[in-house]
């Protein structure tokens, strides 16, 4: 488990964002704008919520990119994977796959598996193992219209999986629109309460608020996060547009995004000028 | 085979601790039992298929060994996607158990018949199929199950033409079966295979209609992917005879019957006798829908008369 303050948590999520920027650019690669909205829990959760025993579950697979930059810039994967990103014969395509890396338990890329294998997990370790291992899983908002994401609730709450965080990455977009356009959710923290959860609504690019809310005493419920988060996050030009769900960089806009994240050259895989 | 499915996992689940049960809010007169003596290994996940895999391969991901029930296409369409990518991409030791093969289901409807649950899954990664011939065949497959590494599913049906005609021999690997005596070696004639418990309708034309022993061979197969190195004697049979007619309570496309076909084995005709509903589909017991598609004893001693 690291120890990380709060600043360090900023600083490494700027890391993670240049790394991120980095490898989009040199694969051509898509699905920028849901990793910019993620990479500030990613960051905590990796930085300093997860112990050994813990588990992380992406359940929104096409955010994989930004794992896969996190846990490189934690030391928990190594660079010769690392480099293969989106290339022939890599471990590392856009949605995780199965039994490809160590850090990653489970492949997801159709949206609603993750959730109830999180669940599972979390049954598994506090009702059978008897452990105090804890499962954390990220949703997007969009993937709360898979049926799924509800049986997995109904069932976490009924069999009181305290030992489960789901977080909802809620940028407002979906895959062709904007979801309050597509299928409206809202009010979801409401939502996610009514289903047998204790909901936590916070700024998801906020460390003190993500925290604040890993951090809060819970009661037997599952635990929801619903983090308010900007499809594309520190990028101006990316910043809750549609387009950037889809799009790959430009030398020039790579340059740009680069100069809208700030930060230092930090190592050797930050983005380069 | 409900009953001996049941008798069997609860014998591995004593003695495994790893192993769980999960059931699709299915099981009334059958599972109570199990769920009282099981605790927290035993769980009911509701009337949610999808998330009961989801969960299950969650489950498995920690080192458990999960049994999955519920009605056979509860068990598998409704819920493909999570047993494709949760479980068999990640080749976890989830056993899936489908009641109700075929029209077992009978005047259920065409919602709870399964006549195509092996061709869904027989295409998924590091899945391996079992499909029991009668009640005295589901303890072995279950032992097997509960041998392997990775993801497998198992048929458990009725047959409308159920008989209690015992086997004469069982292969203790592929556990196909032998249902006749006819010595080596043999010259013309036609072997019969039967795939699950598709093949009673031949034991039953063995039993009442008096299908000639001297000239047909029965076998039963009851697991996929086929290893025909292993089961000789239905090599032996079909290099004999020339001439297979193949029983299954599925439909002909992407059924066993088709995957016999193409395994290499060689032979002059190939007959598929199968399941299938016809323009126009009335509904009723599994008796009537065995007639209705041609799935007879009657039919097959034709089919038999037609071939020599």
Request: glycine share 10%; aromatic share 10%.
């Given at each position: 488990?690291?120890?990380?303050?709060?600043?360090?948590?900023?600083?490494?999520?700027?890391?993670?964002?240049?790394?991120?920027?980095?490898?989009?650019?040199?694969?051509?690669?898509?699905?920028?704008?849901?990793?910019?909205?993620?990479?500030?829990?990613?960051?905590?959760?990796?930085?300093?919520?997860?112990?050994?025993a813990d588990r992380f579950i992406?359940?929104?697979?096409?955010?994989?990119?930004?794992?896969?930059?996190?846990?490189?810039?934690?030391?928990?994967?190594?660079?010769?994977?690392?480099?293969?990103?989106?290339?022939?014969?890599?471990?590392?395509?856009?949605?995780?796959?199965?039994?490809?890396?160590?850090?990653?338990p489970a492949?997801?890329?159709?949206?609603?598996?993750g959730m109830p294998i999180a669940a599972g997990m979390s049954y598994a370790h506090k009702h059978i193992h008897?452990s105090?291992a804890r499962v954390a899983c990220?949703?997007?908002?969009?993937?709360?219209?898979?049926?799924?994401?509800?049986?997995a609730?109904?069932?976490a709450?009924?069999?009181?999986l305290?030992n489960l965080?789901?977080?909802?990455?809620?940028?407002?977009?979906?895959?062709?629109?904007?979801?309050?356009?597509?299928?409206?959710?809202?009010?979801?923290?409401?939502?996610?309460?009514?289903?047998?959860?204790?909901?936590?609504?916070?700024?998801?690019?906020?460390?003190?608020?993500?925290?604040?809310?890993?951090?809060?005493?819970?009661?037997?419920?599952?635990?929801?996060?619903?983090?308010?988060?900007?499809?594309?996050?520190?990028?101006?030009?990316?910043?809750?547009?549609?387009?950037?769900?889809?799009?790959?960089?430009?030398?020039?806009?790579?340059?740009?995004?680069?100069?809208?994240?700030?930060?230092?050259?930090?190592?050797?895989?930050?983005?380069?000028? | 085979?409900?009953?001996?499915?049941?008798?069997?996992?609860?014998?591995?689940?004593?003695?495994?601790?790893?192993?769980?049960?999960?059931?699709?809010?299915?099981?009334?007169?059958?599972?109570?039992?199990?769920?009282?003596?099981?605790?927290?290994?035993?769980?009911?996940?509701?009337?949610?298929?999808?998330?009961?895999?989801g969960v299950a391969a969650g489950a498995a991901l920690t080192g458990l060994?999960?049994?999955?029930?519920?009605?056979?296409?509860?068990?598998?369409?409704?819920?493909?996607?999570?047993?494709?990518?949760d479980?068999?991409?990640?080749?976890l030791?989830?056993?899936?158990?489908?009641?109700?093969?075929?029209?077992?289901?009978?005047?259920?409807?065409?919602?709870?018949?399964?006549?195509?649950?092996?061709?869904?899954?027989?295409?998924?990664?590091?899945?391996?199929?079992?499909?029991?011939?009668?009640?005295?065949?589901?303890?072995?497959?279950?032992?097997?199950?509960?041998?392997?590494?990775?993801?497998?599913?198992?048929?458990?049906?009725?047959?409308?033409?159920?008989?209690?005609?015992?086997?004469?021999?069982?292969?203790?690997?592929?556990?196909?079966?032998?249902?006749?005596?006819?010595?080596?070696?043999?010259?013309?004639?036609?072997?019969?295979?039967?795939?699950?418990?598709?093949?009673?309708?031949?034991?039953?034309?063995?039993?009442?209609?008096?299908?000639?022993?001297?000239?047909?061979?029965?076998?039963?197969?009851?697991?996929?992917?086929?290893?025909?190195?292993?089961?000789?004697?239905?090599?032996?049979?079909?290099?004999?005879?020339?001439?297979?007619?193949?029983?299954?309570?599925?439909?002909?496309?992407?059924?066993?019957?088709?995957?016999?076909?193409?395994?290499?084995?060689?032979?002059?005709?190939?007959?598929?006798?199968?399941?299938?509903?016809?323009?126009?589909?009335?509904?009723?017991?599994?008796?009537?829908?065995?007639?209705?598609?041609?799935?007879?004893?009657?039919?097959?001693?034709?089919?038999?008369?037609?071939?020599?």
């Open positions: 488990m690291m120890q990380k303050s709060l600043p360090d948590l900023v600083s490494d999520a700027v890391a993670i964002r240049r790394k991120f920027l980095k490898m989009h650019y040199e694969a051509k690669a898509g699905h920028l704008g849901t990793g910019l909205s993620d990479i500030d829990i990613l960051a905590y959760i990796y930085g300093k919520w997860m112990r050994p992406l359940s929104k697979g096409h955010g994989a990119s930004s794992l896969y930059a996190t846990l490189h810039h934690f030391g928990l994967l190594p660079d010769e994977d690392f480099a293969t990103y989106y290339k022939d014969g890599t471990l590392l395509p856009a949605h995780p796959a199965a039994k490809a890396l160590a850090s990653i492949a997801t890329g159709s949206l609603g598996h008897r105090d990220l949703v997007s908002d969009g993937e709360c219209d898979e049926g799924t994401i509800w049986e609730a109904l069932f709450a009924h069999h009181r305290d965080t789901v977080i909802i990455d809620a940028n407002g977009l979906q895959g062709f629109g904007r979801t309050e356009e597509v299928m409206n959710l809202e009010p979801l923290p409401q939502k996610w309460e009514a289903f047998g959860f204790r909901v936590s609504e916070i700024d998801g690019h906020d460390f003190a608020q993500i925290e604040t809310a890993f951090q809060a005493q819970g009661d037997e419920r599952p635990h929801c996060i619903v983090a308010r988060t900007v499809k594309g996050k520190g990028v101006s030009f990316m910043e809750n547009r549609l387009e950037w769900h889809y799009l790959p960089l430009s030398e020039a806009q790579y340059q740009q995004a680069l100069d809208n994240i700030g930060g230092a050259e930090k190592s050797k895989d930050g983005g380069g000028r | 085979m409900r009953v001996e499915f049941v008798r069997a996992v609860t014998s591995v689940l004593a003695e495994d601790q790893s192993a769980m049960f999960i059931t699709g809010d299915l099981g009334y007169n059958a599972l109570e039992q199990l769920s009282s003596t099981l605790g927290r290994r035993f769980l009911n996940a509701g009337v949610a298929e999808q998330n009961m895999m060994k999960p049994w999955v029930y519920s009605i056979a296409p509860f068990a598998t369409y409704r819920c493909v996607e999570q047993i494709r990518n479980i068999c991409l990640h080749a030791p989830v056993r899936i158990a489908g009641n109700g093969g075929g029209f077992t289901y009978g005047i259920m409807g065409s919602t709870h018949h399964a006549l195509e649950d092996l061709a869904v899954l027989k295409s998924l990664p590091n899945m391996q199929l079992f499909f029991p011939c009668a009640n005295d065949h589901v303890a072995a497959a279950v032992a097997k199950m509960a041998e392997l590494s990775g993801p497998s599913y198992i048929r458990l049906s009725i047959s409308a033409f159920g008989t209690d005609r015992a086997a004469l021999h069982e292969h203790p690997e592929t556990l196909t079966r032998r249902y006749f005596a006819r010595p080596a070696p043999r010259k013309g004639g036609i072997t019969v295979v039967g795939a699950g418990h598709g093949v009673q309708v031949a034991l039953h034309a063995l039993s009442h209609l008096g299908l000639d022993q001297e000239n047909v061979d029965v076998f039963g197969l009851a697991r996929y992917p086929f290893d025909f190195a292993k089961d000789t004697e239905l090599l032996a049979s079909v290099a004999e005879t020339r001439k297979v007619i193949f029983i299954e309570e599925h439909y002909r496309s992407g059924g066993m019957g088709e995957s016999f076909a193409a395994s290499g084995v060689s032979f002059d005709s190939f007959r598929i006798m199968c399941a299938a509903y016809t323009p126009g589909q009335r509904y009723g017991s599994a008796r009537f829908h065995m007639n209705q598609c041609n799935l007879t004893p009657e039919a097959l001693m034709a089919a038999v008369r037609g071939d020599r």
